[in-house]
């Protein structure tokens, strides 16, 4: 039978959302922690396997000597001078208690959208999905992006609220009601995913 959903688990790498990594030790670290975003999510996952779902992880990174890294983005110049999201290290890494399966996508992108300059449309219409799910950090910025990109790409998104995470609660709650105009909310315990 050919699938009709995918789950996205957007950027849950170690740079970020690991208590060792950089980002672990600070705000976001704090909001994935308080908000159990690496349980919430491995829940999501475990039941969207279940439903024999397709299972993409979007991750940013650049390759050594960040060729692909825009040196004006006030986002992505700090990542350079950091020595973050370098390619081939355990900082671009998926968390190990998300870690992926041989079968899932694995999609790298060098901007904060994972539709820009990478192959996840391709195997969206070469698996015929309509229906995206996702969930992952940060909230403000890959989710709302996703949602806003797949929303004008035809796409129906579910939001997994629970799994996701920005820099304060503030932030995460104003992203959630931005999204909820162009996306359905729901979290891991109550998604009800469909058999694929």
């Given at each position: 039978?050919?699938?009709?959903?995918?789950?996205l688990v957007?950027?849950?790498?170690?740079?970020?959302?690991?208590?060792?990594?950089?980002?672990?030790?600070?705000?976001?670290?704090?909001?994935?922690?308080?908000?159990?975003?690496?349980q919430?999510?491995?829940?999501?996952?475990?039941?969207?396997?279940?439903?024999?779902?397709?299972?993409?992880?979007?991750?940013?990174?650049?390759?050594s000597?960040?060729?692909?890294?825009?040196?004006?983005?006030?986002?992505?110049?700090?990542?350079r001078?950091?020595?973050?999201?370098?390619?081939?290290?355990?900082?671009?890494?998926?968390?190990?208690?998300?870690?992926?399966?041989?079968?899932d996508?694995?999609?790298?992108?060098?901007?904060?959208?994972?539709?820009?300059?990478?192959?996840?449309?391709?195997?969206?219409?070469a698996?015929?999905?309509?229906?995206?799910?996702?969930?992952?950090?940060?909230?403000?910025?890959?989710?709302?992006?996703t949602?806003?990109?797949?929303?004008?790409r035809?796409?129906?998104?579910?939001?997994?609220?629970?799994?996701?995470?920005?820099?304060?609660?503030?932030?995460?709650?104003?992203?959630?009601?931005?999204?909820?105009?162009?996306?359905?909310?729901?979290?891991?315990?109550?998604?009800?995913?469909?058999?694929?």
């Open positions: 039978m050919t699938a009709k959903s995918i789950y957007l950027d849950m790498m170690n740079d970020l959302v690991h208590a060792d990594g950089p980002n672990g030790k600070g705000p976001l670290g704090a909001q994935v922690q308080d908000r159990q975003v690496i919430n999510t491995a829940r999501a996952l475990e039941k969207a396997r279940a439903a024999g779902m397709l299972i993409g992880y979007v991750r940013v990174g650049f390759s000597d960040y060729r692909e890294c825009p040196p004006s983005s006030p986002i992505f110049s700090k990542a001078e950091n020595g973050l999201f370098k390619l081939g290290t355990w900082g671009t890494e998926v968390h190990s208690e998300l870690a992926p399966h041989a079968h996508f694995d999609i790298v992108k060098h901007r904060v959208s994972p539709f820009y300059g990478t192959n996840l449309e391709p195997i969206l219409r698996h015929a999905i309509r229906h995206v799910y996702l969930g992952g950090v940060s909230s403000n910025a890959v989710v709302q992006a949602v806003r990109d797949a929303h004008d035809d796409y129906e998104c579910v939001v997994l609220e629970d799994c996701c995470a920005s820099f304060s609660s503030e932030d995460h709650d104003q992203s959630m009601a931005a999204v909820s105009r162009f996306a359905t909310l729901s979290t891991s315990r109550d998604v009800d995913f469909p058999n694929q």
